[in-house]
């Protein structure tokens, strides 16, 4: 699709500069995180006709009011850290970059509440709230990139989930721009529980009021295990003594961190535990239960002096990227009771070079990223094998009952396995309300037809050729 000149008029005539449909804009805008083979573009065509930098909700409405009346289709993008294609393009037309919306920042210190723009970077909230003695309760490892709007949109846990939940736990309010160019307040759970995890295909949200907490100083304690099963069983033991976070690495990617930081972590499965203290009998006491619970499952006590300053090292996995020509990564979450075997037999996949991180999201599940580094530029066909290799390993996974951490582009399809038939239905039947032409965000939770086997979904092709793999 490229936009005729009467259409791109009227988009330039109400958006002004923020209207950009050069070469080099679309070229930055074609990928997120994870970048995909140019083999994939038979499938389907990330290459929007246009980016849209609005700066005001009116200009939100009025974009939408246009793509409706074209059809065109509209793809909300944020800080694009993920790696799930959510904000990349699947029959081109319009993305819309909401990072220049217009900033608002309103802590209310008595509700302990913050209200916000979504395009607000999430270390930024951070600062804000730290200088007034609070805190946000959960945030993602993409902490200096991602914005909060695309934390809610995408899914919505992270570092702190262990205690505090994820995104949908934290909302009191959401502001959208509903695919209509209607303006609409939600604040009910079950009507917010709507927008957590649908990637913008639901409309656009222009303004969130979160739950905050008091800035409660943390303390980190360590400990190690020797397999993936022992270290099930240490995840599900360490949950119940209510730590703030629960971080852990296989050996392989321990060994990554040590040569790029420095550290002399043990090789094994390392646990870093992070718990909210505010007094010394609280940290005596706490450590008493850490050290009891680690060497009940199993494992083994990390000395203080292995772990010294290692909570900075939060969010610096992705800095690690930088050393390598290439890579790969993939995240799914798993229950801690049916995933020993599964991380067993993942562990010793791809040639045994494959990198584990992980981040308790509750006391049951935990999230799991997978990285794998290469030090060559990979050639097309080779990526999209080594992808569907991993896309194949979390299928393998959601046999575990796990689930893939979002929908995006590549797991289209996979909304009722992460939400249930229950939310589905009213997903579909709200979808069915506000956007009856389907132009906001289309192929990100309802699976896309193949570009040139339209009877086929993404979801179907993905699956057979994983397969082959």
Not at 132 to 158: K, M, R
Not at 324 to 348: A, F, H, M, R, V
Not at 379 to 406: H, Q
Request: include cysteine; charge should be positive.
């Amino acid at each position: 699709m490229t936009l005729k000149n009467k259409v791109r008029t009227k988009f330039v005539r109400h958006l002004g500069k923020g209207f950009r449909d050069d070469e080099t804009t679309i070229r930055i805008y074609s990928r997120d995180l994870a970048d995909l083979p140019p083999l994939t573009k038979l499938f389907y065509n990330n290459t929007a006709d246009a980016v849209v930098l609005p700066t005001t909700t009116d200009e939100v409405k009025k974009l939408y009011e246009l793509a409706t009346e074209n059809k065109i289709p509209v793809t909300p993008r944020s800080g694009g850290t993920a790696g799930f294609g959510g904000c990349v393009t699947y029959k081109k037309g319009i993305i819309v970059d909401v990072k220049g919306l217009e900033s608002e920042l309103l802590i209310e210190p008595f509700d302990q509440s913050v209200l916000v723009s979504p395009s607000t970077v999430i270390s930024e909230l951070q600062r804000q709230l730290n200088l007034q003695g609070f805190s946000l309760c959960s945030y993602p490892s993409s902490f200096y990139s991602a914005t909060i709007g695309g934390w809610i949109a995408h899914g919505g846990y992270g570092v702190g989930s262990a205690k505090y939940g994820g995104a949908l736990d934290q909302i009191l309010a959401l502001d959208v721009v509903l695919p209509t160019g209607e303006m609409k307040k939600f604040t009910e759970k079950e009507d917010i529980r709507l927008f957590v995890g649908s990637n913008g295909t639901l409309g656009l949200i222009t303004r969130i009021q979160l739950k905050i907490k008091f800035d409660i100083p943390l303390k980190q304690f360590g400990c190690t295990f020797d397999s993936p099963l022992q270290l099930a069983k240490g995840l599900k033991e360490i949950s119940e003594i209510d730590p703030y976070s629960i971080w852990f690495f296989n050996p392989k990617h321990v060994e990554e961190i040590n040569q790029s930081f420095g550290y002399s972590l043990p090789e094994r499965y390392v646990i870093i535990v992070t718990k909210e203290i505010s007094y010394e009998e609280e940290e005596n006491e706490f450590n008493l239960s850490f050290n009891q619970t680690v060497r009940n499952a199993g494992g083994q006590i990390l000395d203080r002096r292995y772990i010294t300053n290692i909570w900075s090292f939060r969010f610096k996995t992705f800095a690690m990227l930088k050393e390598y020509k290439d890579y790969l990564t993939n995240e799914i979450i798993l229950p801690i009771e049916t995933s020993g075997k599964y991380l067993q037999k993942l562990s010793s996949k791809i040639e045994g070079q494959i990198h584990l991180e992980g981040e308790m999201i509750g006391k049951k599940h935990y999230s799991l990223l997978m990285f794998l580094y290469f030090k060559e530029k990979l050639g097309p066909f080779k990526k999209l094998r080594t992808n569907l290799e991993l896309y194949k390993n979390v299928l393998k996974g959601i046999k575990a009952k796990g689930y893939p951490y979002a929908t995006g582009l590549w797991f289209a399809g996979y909304y009722q396995t992460i939400f249930g038939k229950e939310q589905y239905k009213k997903y579909k039947d709200f979808k069915k309300e506000v956007d009856p032409r389907g132009i906001s965000n289309p192929g990100k939770v309802i699976p896309p037809r193949l570009k040139l086997f339209p009877l086929i979904s993404l979801k179907t092709a993905l699956k057979l050729a994983s397969r082959f793999v």
